[in-house]
């Protein structure tokens, strides 16, 4: 089974600008997190869809948004881009409903750099 | 919310030598722990995973056992290698509900030398 994809792999932008990632989750699971990962803040939550509908969101300013398709894929967002968002930004997916069930599979992340 | 708290690294090792990585948690009830590991340049790769106190998780050598005594999910290994050289990430569910949020260590970064 193909694991967690995402796209692109590398993105370098300028402040002001904004970027749309892309992750295709692992088939038959509903559940899409994204992570943003840094060396200063490590690993930090930014928002969980679940059957097209965001359940949960981290501490992001609104310049973050995503979204979730009916075929489970999802995208996320960033405008107005600023030179702290550079990143790696991880989606995840699980085959969790609202039972719960917190196994996350990781794709190899989107690196963005900002300048 | 629950939290996690995980050794500083980086710890260094010969090849073959036994590892330990310490991880230890503040939960409401006993939610599922993991180890996660990050090898350069990759994304995160699920590691092992524990569901209920005194499971013992474990995968590719590496165990780690829920005591919630103590409350830890401390890594260990026998006997590790170069290939082991990356970054390990303890979590946990941010709260005990359906929430597919996890909340992560700061990491520990292993090197393992020839």
């Known amino acids: 089974k193909a694991g967690v994809t995402q796209t692109p792999r590398y993105l370098i932008k300028t402040r002001g600008q904004q970027v749309t990632l892309s992750c295709s989750p692992i088939?038959?699971?509903?559940?899409v997190s994204w992570y943003q990962q840094t060396p200063g803040q490590g690993l930090q939550f930014l928002f969980e869809?679940?059957?097209?509908?965001?359940?949960n969101k981290g501490n992001f300013p609104g310049r973050f948004s995503g979204r979730q398709f009916s075929n489970s894929r999802s995208e996320m967002n960033v405008s107005t881009l600023e030179l702290g968002d550079s990143a790696l930004y991880l989606c995840?997916?699980?085959?969790?409903?609202?039972?719960?069930?917190?196994?996350?599979?990781f794709g190899p992340g989107t690196r963005l750099l900002v300048l | 919310g629950n939290s996690v708290t995980q050794m500083e690294g980086p710890v260094t090792l010969s090849e073959e030598a036994f590892l330990t990585i310490n991880c230890t948690y503040t939960a409401t009830g006993y939610p599922s722990l993991f180890w996660y590991v990050q090898y350069p340049g990759e994304g995160l790769q699920l590691l092992l995973k524990?569901?209920?106190?005194?499971d013992k998780g474990s995968n590719k050598g590496f165990e780690a056992t829920y005591r919630k005594e103590t409350t830890s999910f401390h890594l260990e290994k026998g006997s590790v290698q170069v290939s082991d050289s990356a970054v390990y990430f303890c979590a946990l569910p941010a709260r005990n509900t359906g929430f597919q949020k996890l909340v992560f260590g700061t990491g520990t970064r292993l090197l393992v030398s020839p």
């Open positions: 524990a569901t209920k106190a005194d």
């Open positions: 088939s038959g699971h509903r559940s």
């Open positions: 995840a997916s699980s085959l969790a409903g609202l039972a719960g069930g917190y196994s996350l599979y």
């Open positions: 869809y679940f059957s097209e509908t965001q359940r």
